[in-house]
């Protein structure tokens, strides 16, 4: 059972100590959902609000990410699966302030624990949000601009990477050319899964 086996990692991951990030965390957020999801979104790394509660994508960024799951998609978020490649809140010189990427060997060390949700899960689409994630899936060195909104591959499984709610936010939110990217790349998403788009979502 993949709820089962989901469970069992995540008891693991819990009390993980592979990285430094483990010295200042407060909780570890292994992810959450539908552990029988069509779809997999895989993030960065908790934020503030991630690492209080334990629960991925909770933030402001989570809120957009929440809707464009919800309103926009049409589907419940506790029908997806929703992952990072770290588990543990990274900051700039592990002061708990500012938020910043996992480095090598945070990725290094957390990665195996993404690798195993995604082998558990078998997602028939995985969507990676920002630059961390997709380098680390697709192994590649290429920006988000350049692959975003392109199908590329991992072990079989389609991939679309998008841009992260976060930059979305940064740039504009709401109505912005880069919020207008991330559906246009998430409607090539429903219609791999044969999901109907339940509204019609005009952004500007
Ligand atoms: N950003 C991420 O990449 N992941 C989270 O869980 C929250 C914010």
Known sequence: MKAEKLEKLKQIADVCTKCKLSTTRTKVVFGEGNPEAELL??????????????????????????????KAMGVPRSSVYIANIAKCRPTEDLKMEKDRAPDPEEVAACSPYLLQQIEIIQPKVIVTLGNPSTKFLLKTQDGITKLRGVWADYNGIPVMPTYHPSYVIRNGG???????????????????????????????
């Open 41 to 70: 979104f895989i993030g960065e790394g908790p934020g503030r609000q991630e690492d209080i509660t334990g629960r991925p994508f909770v933030g402001k960024a989570g809120e957009l990410l929440t809707r464009l799951i919800e």
């Open 174 to 204: 709401e109505n912005s050319k880069v919020q207008q990217d991330v559906w246009n790349d998430l409607l090539k998403v429903m219609e791999k899964l044969n999901w109907k788009p339940k509204v019609k979502i005009t952004w500007k």
